[in-house]
């Protein structure tokens, strides 16, 4: 069974930069369609980005210019690059999973916080 480990969160200053990585237990990864969503504080749980196993992508307006989603299948990992990050960034960071035709697989989550 797959499961998805995320690191990279930390604080970081208004305007930098963060890389976060999900990394995948299991096998099958390749096939997965990686998706990253994020949940505020007192917020709701919302989408960031999505990466299918063709490597095409899709973004959040929020986001799109600022984050790039990209995979590297050859270390079962999916990443979230994410530039000039603002306060409002501030949120824990999930990485998701789906296998076609099956229910999502979730990680356990990463804390970004964006503050001078």
């Known amino acids: 069974q797959v499961q998805f480990v995320e690191s990279g969160g930390a604080l970081v200053q208004p305007g930098g930069s963060l890389r976060l990585s999900c990394a995948a237990s299991?096998?099958?990864?390749?096939?997965?369609?990686m998706r990253w969503f994020r949940q505020a504080p007192g917020g709701q749980r919302e989408w960031v980005a999505t990466?299918?196993?063709?490597?095409?992508?899709n973004y959040a307006d929020s986001v799109k210019g600022r984050f790039t989603i990209f995979r590297d299948n050859t270390k079962n990992t999916v990443y979230l690059q994410m530039n000039n990050l603002k306060p409002e960034d501030t949120a824990v960071y999930y990485c998701?999973?789906?296998?076609?035709?099956?229910?999502?697989?979730w990680g356990q989550g990463t804390q970004v916080t964006v503050s001078s």
């Open positions: 998701n999973g789906v296998f076609p035709g099956s229910s999502p697989i």
């Open positions: 299991g096998n099958s990864f390749s096939t997965y369609v």
């Open positions: 990466v299918t196993s063709g490597a095409a992508t």
